[in-house]
Every structure is written in C-alpha cells, then in structure tokens.
C-alpha cells in the first residue's frame, strides 16, 4: 500500500486525490489518509503531492512508520474525498516543518 506521511499535516494540497483510480483517499481536518485495503499500489499519487508526504510501504521513513497505523485507522472513520480542492492559505508556510504529526487532528 501507499502511505500519507507526516509533511501532509496542515499542507494538504489534494492534487492527490484526482489520480487516485480506486478513490481511496479519505479526508479528516488537516490532513488525507490512504486505505491500505483499498490501495492497489498504482503508485500514481506519489509524484502528485508537491511535498512529497506519500510514500510507498518499503519506502516509509523509520521515524514515520506509525503513520501506516494512523492511515489504516482514519481512513475507517473519515469520509472519501475524490476532487481536489483549495489547500490551507498558510500551507506553504508549514512544508517541511518538523514535529508536525503533534498537529494532526483526528
Ligand atoms: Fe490510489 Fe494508486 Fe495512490 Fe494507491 S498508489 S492511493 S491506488 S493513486
Ligand atoms: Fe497531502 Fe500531498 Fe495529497 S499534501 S493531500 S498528500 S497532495
């Protein structure tokens, strides 16, 4: 499956969810899971997130591997989102920021 990683939070652009030919993307406050049980590894998100917060399973960094578990578990309990729409205003400011995931809302 692939994974939407931590540079996501408070960025959330959605230029992801257009490609996505299986529409698993699934969309809380500040951020977008991907279900992992839907996901059929097409990798054609990957390239579209223009901060780069998606990754492939292998290819997760060590220090975001509870992201799999924070994808698996709100894409259960947030709603599907297949059209992108306007990111945050501030979304720039927050690329790269570290110690996001402390800023996710569930
Ligand atoms: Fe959708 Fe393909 Fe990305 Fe999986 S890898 S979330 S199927 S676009
Ligand atoms: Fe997030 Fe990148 Fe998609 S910022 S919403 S994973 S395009």
Redo the contacts with the bound molecule.
Sequence with gaps: ??VVGENCINCKHTD?VE???????YEGPNFLV?HPD?????????PECPVNA?F?EDELPDDQQDFLEINAELAEKWPNITEMKDAPDDAEDWDGVAGKRDKLVR
């Design positions: 499956t692939f992801c490609v996505c030919p299986v529409d698993c993307f991907i839907e996901c059929i590894d097409c990798a054609l998100c990957e998606i492939s």
